[in-house]
């Protein structure tokens, strides 16, 4: 028995008995619909098929069939609204992280590379897949090559706020072995520290943490850490006539690396700022 015909069977069961007959039709028509979509070459046709049959029994595979077709479309917007139904009908582990993996993919084609990012480490919190791995560290490395605007910072935080992580790293640009902010960096800044001039999130304070990569010392390391998150606040603040006392700073050094220092490339992405939000007591 398929999820498909699971999940259909069920809502039969539940239904009292004079709606019963009408569902069990309505049931095998959702079924020979979405079994003939699954086999439709034509991409219209198949949404138009997968739209039929959601439509006649709101299931996850109708919904996530439905947001596989739309993302080959690059219809991103729509994509999205179909995986966001079918996390509404699952609980299954497996079944979110495949959906998890597909909307970060809508959220790389909207141009919010740092909002998939949360998706993916959802993903592979759910299900250790080593292409969602792989998927994870191509979009760190294109999300440490261009600066992001205080709706993507925004849309990413609330992100991962959802999904119970309320934090996300940034890439943010200094001086060789320095604290000291390039142009780059304060470009790389300058969206979060719009997003706390308009202060969204009243009742939290946010957190900097410095992080390095493996060169040098432990002592060292933690202190320049430290200084690199200093030195975000004190940008942010500056620029954008921020409270300090709504800016916590720590620094640890290279004792949280998010991937083994193989290559330079692990230690670009190893060397961020992680930003979180804390609740105020």
Not at 49 to 55: D, H, T
Not at 57 to 85: H, I, P, V, W
Not at 125 to 133: I, N, P
Request: include cysteine; proline fraction near 4%; hydrophobic fraction near 35%.
């Amino acid at each position: 028995m398929t999820k498909f015909t699971a999940a259909c069977m069920m809502a039969c069961l539940l239904a009292a008995p004079a709606a019963r007959a009408q569902q069990d039709r309505d049931f095998e028509r959702a079924k020979a619909l979405y079994e003939q979509a699954l086999s439709e070459k034509d991409r219209d046709q198949r949404i138009r098929l997968l739209e039929q049959s959601a439509a006649l029994m709101k299931t996850f595979e109708a919904f996530y069939a439905l947001g596989n077709a739309r993302l080959d479309q690059r219809d991103y917007g729509r994509a999205r609204r179909s995986y966001d139904q079918a996390i509404a009908l699952t609980s299954d582990t497996p079944a979110l992280a495949a959906v998890y993996y597909k909307i970060a993919l809508t959220c790389e084609g909207s141009g919010n590379v740092l909002e998939g990012i949360q998706w993916l480490q959802a993903s592979l919190e759910r299900s250790a897949e080593e292409s969602v791995r792989a998927e994870l560290r191509r979009m760190r490395l294109k999300a440490a090559d261009v600066p992001h605007s205080e709706q993507q910072v925004a849309r990413a935080l609330a992100t991962g706020k959802s999904l119970g992580a309320p934090k996300i790293d940034l890439q943010v640009h200094f001086a060789f072995n320095r604290a000291d902010l390039t142009d780059k960096g304060e470009t790389q800044s300058d969206g979060l520290g719009k997003l706390l001039a308009d202060n969204p999130y009243t009742g939290y304070k946010f957190l900097f943490v410095g992080h390095t990569d493996e060169k040098g010392t432990e002592q060292y390391n933690d202190r320049l850490s430290l200084e690199r998150a200093e030195n975000v606040k004190k940008y942010i603040i500056e620029r954008y006539s921020v409270a300090a006392n709504r800016i916590l700073v720590e620094g640890h050094g290279k004792r949280e690396p998010l991937y083994p220092p193989k290559t330079e490339e692990d230690d670009s992405l190893n060397r961020r700022v992680e930003v979180r939000l804390v609740p105020v007591p």
